[in-house]
Every structure is written in structure tokens, then in C-alpha cells.
Nanobody, 114 residues
Framework: QVQLVESGGGLVQAGGSLRLSCAYT????????MDWYRQAPGKQRELVAT???????IYGDSVKGRFTISRDKAKDSVYLQMSNLKPEDTAVYYC????????WGQGTQVTVSS
């Protein structure tokens, strides 16, 4: 069974940092791009960052220069380092990949207080 499991969310003050982790079923996404999405209350889910299987990265405009996506295939994991967090970053963050079908994690809540 394919699984993606996020962790690392929490409550942080504005200007602080958090690191999200997403662990996936061993080897299943090694040759697939992986993404982080987020969804704030009352808003549509938006793409935060993407990393390809060879490490090329793409970021949403609102997080460029503050967030860094990375992956470690040896650990079957993808990460999102978030720095200089703002209240508008508050959302549920989801790990995602596509391999014939979409796969989503259960999400992890990030709350940034002002």
C-alpha cells in the first residue's frame, strides 16, 4: 500500500522556522517529482514547492527565498524547510506525488502567530 506520512507541523511565532518531513513507501517515488501543497481555511489548495527526481526545484511566488524543498532517496523522504514564517503561511501542508494516480498524505497543520 502506497503511503505518504507528513510530520513536523506545529505552532510557531512569525519570523520563526519549521521543518516538515514526508516519509513515503520505500522506493515508490524515487523516480517521481514530489510536491508540497498547502490549504488555508476557506482557500483553495495551492502548490508550495516541487522537487524532481533529479533534484530540480520550483517554488510558489509567495515562498521563494524563504522555503527550501529537498529529498533524501536513501531515507524515502522529502522535506520542506520553512524560514521567516508569516501568519499567511498558516495552513495544512500536504505531501503529494504522482505515479499514474495522485497520492496525498494526511496533512500536517502549521500555525504561525503574529
Amino acid at each position: 500500500q502506497v503511503q505518504l506520512v507528513e510530520s513536523g507541523g506545529g505552532l510557531v511565532q512569525a519570523g520563526g522556522s519549521l521543518r516538515l518531513s514526508c516519509a513515503y513507501t520505500r522506493g515508490i517515488f524515487d523516480y517521481s517529482p514530489m510536491d508540497w501543497y498547502r490549504q488555508a481555511p476557506g482557500k483553495q489548495r495551492e502548490l508550495v514547492a516541487t522537487i524532481t527526481d533529479v533534484g530540480y526545484t520550483i517554488y510558489g511566488d509567495s515562498v521563494k527565498g524563504r522555503f527550501t524543498i529537498s529529498r533524501d532517496k536513501a531515507k524515502d523522504s522529502v522535506y520542506l524547510q520553512m524560514s521567516n514564517l508569516k501568519p499567511e503561511d498558516t495552513a495544512v501542508y500536504y505531501c503529494h506525488s504522482l505515479r499514474n494516480v495522485d497520492y496525498w498524505g494526511q496533512g500536517t497543520q502549521v500555525t504561525v502567530s503574529s
